[in-house]
Each structure stands twice: as C-alpha cells, then as structure tokens.
C-alpha cells in the first residue's frame, strides 16, 4: 500500500508542484491550503504517514499545526516536516528545536524531493 | 599699577596726603566703571552702597538712582517660575548678613521696566578693620547669550540624536524590508524552478531538443534569481546586525587550504594553475570560520571566473598583528577608477559586467563586510590587464597551551587584548608555565565577542589608557561577562579602579612572578573560573 502525505501549502502552485513530485515518487497525497481544511480531513477518517506543513499558514502557522498534532495521540507518532522558503541554517535550528521531525527548504529539488519524504517515513 | 604702586609714585612726586588719597579714590573708581559686570556694595540689610555704572545700565537705573535702595526688593523680588522670592530665602541677603561668599547662576534679576534676564552673581565679604562684616561686593552679569548658546547647542544636540535615531530606524526598516521580500520572491521561484524541473524531468511526457533549451534557460535563470535573493538576505542580515558571527580561535591554513581544495577542480577544469602557498609563522587567527571561508570561497571563484590562462595564487601571511590571505590572479585585471567600486553592492565592473559572466555582484560587497565583522578588512589592488590582487587580512592570534583545532578546543585560562601583538609571545608563555591556556590578540574590538564565546578564566587587557575605560566598562555592563576575573595592565590609573575597584591592576614594567602573583589572586577571588580552565 502506498503512504499517504498530507500537505498543508496556501500557496496553489507549489500545492500542485508537490503534489506532482510526490505522485510521481510513488507516494499518495491529500493536499490542502490552511490547518481548517487539514483538521476537517482528518475528523473524516483519513489516515496519513506524515504531514508535510509549510511554515507561514493563513490562520494557524505551521508550528501551530505541527504542536496540535504532536499534542493529539492518534496522530504522535507521525512525523511531521516543515516547508518554507526560510533558508537560514538558525531557521533549521529553530524550527527542529519546536519539534519538528525534519525540515526542506524552497525552492525545493524536484530530483531528490520524493526520495527525502521518503527517508522520514522509514 | 596696583593702588599701592600708585600711591607710592605719587609720594615719590610729593603730593600732599589729601591729593594722594583723592586719587587713590579716582583710581579705585576709573577700575569700577571700566569692567562691563554691575558691581554693587550691599550693608548688612542689603540696602545699596555703591554701585557702577554697568550695575545702573544693566538693571535700567539713572546715576545715583540706586543708592540705597533695597537691592532684593528692587532687583530680586521674583524667582524665574513667577513666585515671589522670599526674602528669608535670598542668598544675596543672607550673605550681605554673615559675609558668606555665594556664586549662583540659575536666577533672574528684575530691571526697573518690570523686564527680565538671567543673571549670574556672587558675592564678597566687605570686612572693617576690626574684623568685623559691614555687608558685601555683589557682582553680577547678564548671561542671557551664555543661555541662548547653551540652548542653541543643547537644541542642535537633540536635533542631531533625533537624526540619528530616524536613520537607524529607516537602516533597519529597509534590511527588515529586504529580508521579507527576499523571502517572499523565494514563493514563486519554487513553483518556477519546480515545474520547469517536472518538465525537464519527462514528467509532462517527452519534449522536442528545442523545449529542453528553452527549460533550461527558463532554469539557469531562475537559478541566477535565487542566488540573488541569497546574496541580498545575506547582505540584509549583515548590514541588520544579526548575524552577530561568533569568534573563535581558527588555524587560518587549515580553512584556507580546505576552500581551495573544493575550487582545485573548477580551476582543473579551466586550466589554470591554483597554488596555496603557506608563509605563515603562526596560522592563528581570531575569526569565524564559515565567514572567512565564504569569502574565500567568493575571492577564489571569482578569480577563477575572470581568469582565463595562468594561475590563482593564494598566500598566507602574518603582517604585525594580522594574517593576511593573498588571492592573485592573472585576469584581465580592474581598471584603477573602477576599483573602489567593486565593493559596492550590485556593481561588476568593467568586461565582466557587459560580457555577462554571472554573478550578482553582490560577493564582494558581503564579503567586505564580513571581514570588517571579524575586525579586519578586504582590499584590492589591480592593474588592467595585469590581474588582480585581493587581500583579506584577519585578526592575528597568539596562542599558547590550547587547542585550536577549528575552533573546537577547550576555553582559554586568559584572554589577553592588547595593542602590541609582539609582546604576547612572552606572556603565553609565563602563563602557560602556570599550566593555563593564553590566547591574544591586538583589536580590542573583538574583545567582548571573544569574550563571550570562548569564556575565558580571566579577560586581560593591555591598551592605551584613554581606551582601557571603555573596554572595562562593556564588560562590566554585560550580565554575562560582569562576574569575569579582569586584569588591567597600566602605567597610570586610567578611572577604571575607581568604578571597579575589583579588577586587578598589573603595573608596568613586570615579569613573571608580578603576572603569576597577579593571576594567583584573581585565582584566590574566583577560584572556580581558573580551577575549571
């Protein structure tokens, strides 16, 4: 059975972007554009492998997103992994330090894309 | 002529006792009216005596109006604020009373058209031959220039702050400004870069040669925008002051060699020779170790860039108290008036601007900067068609019983700023004979950023003594130094002891038995701080 990605991205393209990217590594995807759209998904039953945020949401950012989830015990042990165009190295550092399992920076290489969502999901 | 050379002139001519006395008094009154301050002689109840002429003309009287009025009533009934003046509480009273001497400033003195000015005044006892005080001299003048120039100065002041204020205000909106667009362009670029990469990938199906250049073109060019935006959140953060870059100890050799090995196949692939020459006694520096290398990393790939047969030389060097890095190449070379501008950002002079070569231009502005961070610099010297010549120069460290392995070894027992880097070779090791680490260094403007990264035992400090004060006092005001043991080396008192009785003062001239004794008792005073070094 293929891993399901949940992406939360407000950003229209680059939802469709890695969403592309990550079909076309053999991974499923359920792509949504604020944390609203991503708790209504989840209240529906659906079951994902990881959660892929990107940092600056409308409404609740992703480090808000990604403290809710890590507070919610269905959803603890998977990992979640932030997005952002922030390429500072103390960005790294201080997005991993609030808890976040991994951390890709935009823009992001399309050739190694999949295969690093895949290494957080083994 | 003094009043009693005068008299005696006049003896010596014969003069009866009567002229002489009249024209002691003659003399006595011409010095009164000659000065421009009002002179007036106030009794016991304050009541005028005398007075002269610039007294008369600065409170507004006629000659010979004055004698014997009330000076406080008259002159003095009302304080600036508008209340009255009590004359209990008049100065000018109490010492016509007691012969006390006052000299006061902040006052007004009221003029006989019911106008103002600030006045300045004191007071001197008027003493009988018994001893006994008959009332006082008062001399007074109108300060209101003195004022004006004061409030004058005191408004331009202000004015100044206000400006200065507003600039760094506006420096830092614009760095605010730059970071966030560089941020926000960063969005779009994505989905760009991304898509163009999809295509480029086969994701979108098989495309004819002449889409795969055109995507690729599409890609370099994104490529060359996302260097941009880069290169302008680096110069934004620098120029934001945040990214305050730590200093350590580094072994300039081993960073340099290390970037010129990841160029060795750049220059390879061009066919330029690329040589690392070592000349160096001491390889330690005071530095930053990913700053330093990022701007050898732009000094070299811009040499490699620009130059198209010869060679890329880098040497390494000491220069009194600092290393300097050699890059030299055999390029076409920067003309002499376009020089001073290839620091700038957003400048590439000369061929490289117009044959397009790439780059953002903005390498060498950051990477001037950043030297200036680490308290060195990044000059140039070049002659068209001859090649050029960067020199990166460094802050020199001399070091004694540590580590400097990248920076990674243990703390320093002392660290010894100073202005003359020659002399520490001694002091580290009259240190290290007491078995403590020792590193010094001569810019004092690091001092408090080393201070705080390497967390020296003790912070040690030989400069000159109009500066000492300064030093001393940036590290006592900083929470997380102020505890630190401090040495002061000096040959005069320089203020420091004063405010911080507890720094340790080494005299001058003094060997190593002063220096241990000296580190023995700030041992004794904090032990722990040397006993964990």
Redesign the interface.
């Known amino acids: 059975m293929k891993a399901l990605i949940c992406l939360v991205e407000d950003?229209a393209?680059?939802r469709v972007?890695?969403s592309?990217?990550l079909t076309?590594g053999g991974l499923d995807v359920e792509a949504v554009g604020d944390g609203e759209s991503l708790f209504r998904l989840l209240e529906a039953g659906i079951q994902p492998d990881l959660f892929l945020l990107d940092l600056s949401l409308p409404g609740e950012d992703g480090t808000t997103l990604m403290r809710r989830l890590k507070a919610d015990e269905r959803w603890r042990g998977r990992p979640v992994v932030a997005l952002t165009?922030?390429?500072?190295k103390a960005d790294v550092d201080w997005a991993l330090a609030q808890g976040f399992d991994g951390y890709i920076t935009?823009?992001?290489d399309?050739?190694t894309f999949a295969t690093t969502i895949r290494r957080f999901l083994s | 002529m003094t009043a009693k050379a005068q008299r005696a002139a006049l003896k010596a001519t014969g003069a009866t006792r009567a002229q002489r006395e009249q024209s002691t008094t003659a003399w006595f009154r011409s010095l009164l009216e000659s000065t421009g301050e009002g002179i007036c002689g106030l009794d016991l109840e304050g009541r005028v005596t005398f007075v002269n002429r610039a007294a008369t003309d600065l409170l507004g009287y006629e000659r010979g109006q004055m004698q014997g009025i009330d000076l406080h009533d008259a002159c003095h009934h009302t304080r600036a604020d508008g209340t009255p003046y009590p004359r209990a509480a008049c100065p000018i009273l109490r010492a016509s009373r007691t012969g006390a001497g006052v000299r006061i400033d902040t006052e007004l003195f009221w003029k006989r058209d019911g106008t103002s000015f600030p006045v300045e005044y004191s007071s001197h006892a008027i003493v009988d031959l018994g001893g006994a005080t008959r009332g006082i001299v008062l001399t007074f003048t109108d300060i209101s220039d003195r004022r004006r120039q004061g409030q004058a100065a005191e408004d331009l002041n202000r004015a100044l702050m206000a400006t200065k204020a507003e600039l760094e205000r506006a420096n830092l909106l614009k760095s605010d400004f730059l970071a966030t667009m560089s941020h926000e362009l960063r969005t779009p670029l994505n989905a760009i870069m991304g898509f163009a990469g999809l295509m480029r990938n086969g994701l979108a199906g098989e495309m004819n040669e002449t889409a795969k250049d055109y995507l690729e073109r599409i890609d370099r060019n994104a490529e060359v925008l996302l260097a941009l935006l880069s290169d302008v959140l680096d110069l934004s953060r620098i120029e934001a002051d945040r990214m305050s870059l730590s200093i350590h100890v580094l072994d300039v050799m081993a960073v340099v060699g290390e970037v010129v090995e990841n160029m060795r196949s750049l220059a390879d692939h061009k066919g330029l020779v690329l040589e690392l020459r070592d000349f160096t006694s001491d390889p330690n520096v005071l530095a930053n170790e990913r700053a330093v290398s990022q701007v050898v990393t732009n000094l070299l790939s811009n040499a490699i860039k620009f130059t198209e047969s010869g060679s890329v030389i880098v040497q390494v060097k000491r220069d009194g108290s600092r290393a300097v890095i050699d890059v030299v190449d055999t390029g076409p070379g920067i003309a002499a008036e376009e020089q001073e501008l290839v620091f700038e950002a957003f400048r590439q002079v000369g061929a490289h601007a117009r044959t397009g070569t790439g780059g953002t231009g903005l390498g060498l502005a950051i990477s001037q900067r950043l030297a200036r961070e680490l308290g060195g610099d990044l000059r140039m010297t070049s002659d068209l068609g001859m090649g050029s010549h960067f020199s990166l120069e460094l802050v020199a460290a001399s070091v004694n019983g540590i580590s400097t392995d990248k920076g990674t070894g243990p703390a320093p027992s002392v660290l010894w700023a100073t202005s003359d880097l020659a002399s520490t070779q001694r002091l580290g090791e009259w240190v290290g004979a007491l078995g403590l680490g020792f590193v010094g260094f001569a810019a004092p403007g690091l001092l408090v950023r080393a201070a705080l990264e390497m967390r020296p035992a003790v912070i040690a400090m030989d400069l000159p003594p109009n500066v000492v004060a300064a030093f001393v006092a940036e590290i006592k005001e900083n929470p997380l130094l102020a505890a630190r043991p401090m040495l002061v080396v000096s040959g005069d008192g320089a203020g420091v002891w004063d405010v911080y009785p507890d720094v340790r003062r080494l005299s001058r001239p003094f060997g190593p038995e002063e220096l241990h004794s000296c580190l023995g008792d700030l041992r004794s005073v904090a032990g722990p701080a040397i006993a964990e070094a």
């Open positions: 950003y393209d680059n972007l890695v592309a990217l076309a165009a922030h390429a500072i935009k823009p992001v399309v050739a």
